[in-house]
């Protein structure tokens, strides 16, 4: 039933009640209840005109001429008020006689039923209407909290949040030029279809962008749009997980509906984390019905979606690597964009975007303010800027100047440090420091793969710097050689610290991890000690559904192989220690002054590294490596 409908039919039904009661009211103004004593008085004295007997009552009219003999005066009275009919009722008691002298007095009588209409009424259809009121008033207060409402469970229309024009551009979005060049394509084609339908193209379905909140994974999906002129139909992960069972399934179905009707368009999903956690890891009931059969859904919906359509799914995460394998798979989200934290100059242009309607003092600059605000993302940078425009606003100035950006700073970094987003100044040496050992043995090992950059700008809450390493093939053997110059750079990053502070911090922890397993790997797997030989040794695998319960290792060498064994791995790890303490020691300038660039540019590439590294004298090895052989 359509709403306004329900509604009209609802005064309807009102205003029905309303005239019957209303009628009743009337009624009984114009009609005098006598004593049944009475009316026998003004029976017997001929008063009495015409009467309708009914099972309980009595009810007729009375001649008013002479009444005052035979009823007191004030009873007399109140019936002539009544107006010209002088009606009367009268409540029937058990009178055989009446009907006689009924008879004998030659008044017309009839009979009739009782009306029971009105009684039906008040005692029973009025109550199921309060009650159906009262059920309907607190399933649309349900529905309230939940969408729709609970006649409109499934429909998604409520929680879909469809923008005709998103009105934002890729002007709007600074700072990432890399993203926004990758999606340039998916543009191209929601503005030329046809183009691409003609060559056969393959579109892309499915676009994971993955960043740190903030850093503007909606506002690019929201670009995307504004550029392609589509509409933008947005929702979150965390929505299509409902209390019902069966309920999410039917909105995937319900939006992938809207969409094909909106098409050329695009669906941006947020949060899909809170949807696409891989299934069946929840512990060891079997998980999340629920979410799974969403899930299921929208992987069934996707495969059946023919891009051609000209939608575009967009979805973002932080954590893609709690999503469900099956949701990165080609022809779903199989399209990544990653977005990083942005850089010192991504940083001033993305400030540069958000004071565009601020008006600035001439002193304000933006570089600096860039510069002291490392580890904001985009969305605390936008936050700054309006905080520096209230305080200019509540001192009644005319312009912000550098002083409301230095208090909004303070503020701003006092939030983030709780929620250890920004990092001290000591944490950042320390970090440029670490990251420095990582890149420079990376450089000078021969077998290591090559440094395409090295940042200090915070990743998710693990990571607080990182060096990228390229390898330049893919590699299916890795030979001994590699094996420990690949353990020298991670060491590398904890060892540069040992040096240059006297002091180790916890940040090396993965590094540790990484190298532990791999020297345990190279002992138990690759036979590569020469005190345990040749032998492999397993150390079994848990069983799949005592995930997560803690067992004991089990073994299958003996107690003393494995002191053996762990002997043999803290061997491969303390020579490697000792090399990279070396190297670092002899290239202690190098480190340094690598450290000293990524303080102050957060980010060196390649050909940064590599002019730094010939200042000092160095080689990369591999440069030298580039034309020799394989
Ligand atoms: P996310 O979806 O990644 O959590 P949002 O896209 O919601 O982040 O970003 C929140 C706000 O932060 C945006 O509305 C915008 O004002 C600002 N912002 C974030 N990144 C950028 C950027 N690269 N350029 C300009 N503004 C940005
Ligand atoms: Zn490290």
Redesign the pocket.
């Known amino acids: 039933m359509d709403k306004k409908q329900a509604f009209s039919l609802w005064y309807m039904l009102l205003a029905l009640v309303l005239i019957m009661v209303l009628q009743e009211f009337i009624d009984s103004r114009q009609t005098q209840t006598l004593s049944y004593s009475e009316f026998k008085q003004a029976l017997a004295a001929g008063k009495v005109d015409d009467i309708t007997l009914q099972p309980g009552l009595v009810t007729g009219r009375l001649n008013a001429d002479g009444l005052e003999q035979v009823l007191p005066a004030a009873r007399v009275e109140a019936i002539r008020k009544t107006g010209g009919e002088h009606r009367f009722v009268t409540v029937r008691v058990d009178d055989p006689e009446l009907v006689p002298q009924l008879d004998a007095a030659k008044v017309r009588y009839a009979g009739a039923l009782e009306s029971k209409w009105l009684a039906l009424l008040l005692s029973w259809v009025v109550p199921t209407l309060i009650f159906v009121g009262i059920w309907f008033f607190l399933m649309k207060r349900m529905g309230g909290g939940m969408g729709g409402g609970i006649l409109e469970i499934g429909k998604s229309k409520a929680r879909v949040y469809m923008q005709q024009q998103t009105g934002v551009t890729f002007k709007?979005?600074?700072?990432?030029d890399e993203a926004k060049e990758e999606l340039m394509e998916v543009v191209e084609f929601l503005q030329h279809p046809e183009r691409y339908r003609r060559l056969g193209g393959k579109i892309p379905k499915g676009v994971l962008i993955v960043?740190a909140?903030?850093?503007?994974?909606?506002?690019?999906a929201k670009a995307v749009a504004g550029e392609a002129g589509v509409p933008f139909l947005s929702l979150s992960g965390s929505e299509f997980v409902e209390m019902f069972v069966g309920v999410g399934a039917a909105r995937v179905r319900d939006l992938f509906d809207q969409a094909a009707q909106k098409a050329p368009c695009i669906v941006f999903i947020?949060e899909l984390d809170a949807l696409g956690k891989a299934r069946g890891v929840s512990g060891l009931g079997g998980g999340n019905d629920e979410r799974e059969q969403t899930l299921n859904q929208l992987l069934v919906q996707m495969d059946g979606f023919d891009t051609n359509r000209g939608v575009i799914i967009m979805a973002?995460t932080n954590r893609p690597e709690i999503l469900d394998p099956a949701l990165l798979r080609a022809g779903r989200f199989d399209r990544h964009v990653t977005?990083d934290k942005?850089d010192l100059n991504g940083r001033r242009q993305?400030l540069e975007?958000?004071v565009k309607n601020v008006t600035l003092a001439p002193e304000v600059d933006l570089a600096s303010v860039a510069a002291r605000t490392p580890g904001f993302?985009?969305?605390d940078?936008?936050n700054l800027v309006n905080e520096a425009t209230l305080r200019a606003a509540k001192r009644g100035k005319d312009a912000v100047d550098m002083q409301d950006f230095e208090d909004a700073l303070d503020r701003i970094v006092a939030g983030l440090e709780k929620k250890n987003r920004v990092m001290n100044a000591m944490e950042r040496r320390i970090v440029a420091h670490h990251e420095a050992g990582h890149a420079l043995l990376a450089e000078l090992r021969e077998h290591a793969d090559k440094v395409s950059k090295v940042s200090i700008i915070p990743r998710g809450v693990a990571a607080l710097g990182y060096t990228q390493q390229l390898p330049t093939e893919d590699r299916y053997l890795l030979r001994q050689s590699e094996l420990l110059d690949r353990l020298d750079v991670l060491l590398a990053g904890r060892i540069a610290e040992q040096i240059m502070f006297g002091d180790v911090s916890t940040g090396a922890e993965n590094d540790l991890q990484r190298a532990t397993d791999m020297a345990r790997h190279m002992v138990t797997h690759y036979g590569m000690s020469e005190t345990l030989g040749l032998a492999t040794y397993d150390s079994q695998p848990t069983p799949l559904y005592l995930n997560g319960v803690n067992l004991p290792e089990r073994r299958n060498c003996s107690e003393r192989t494995a002191e053996v064994i762990d002997a043999e791995v803290r061997r491969l790890l303390d020579e490697a220690r000792q090399r990279v303490t070396e190297t670092l020691n002899a290239h202690r300038d190098a480190l340094e002054a690598l450290a000293g660039v990524l303080l102050e540019k957060e980010v060196v590439d390649r050909t940064g590294l590599e002019t730094l590294l010939k200042a000092h004298g160095l080689h990369s090895a591999h440069e030298a490596q580039a034309g020799k052989p394989t």
């Open positions: 709007d979005v600074a700072g990432i960043g909140p903030g850093t503007g994974k909606t506002l690019l947020d973002a977005i942005p993305i975007v958000h993302a985009g969305a940078l936008a």
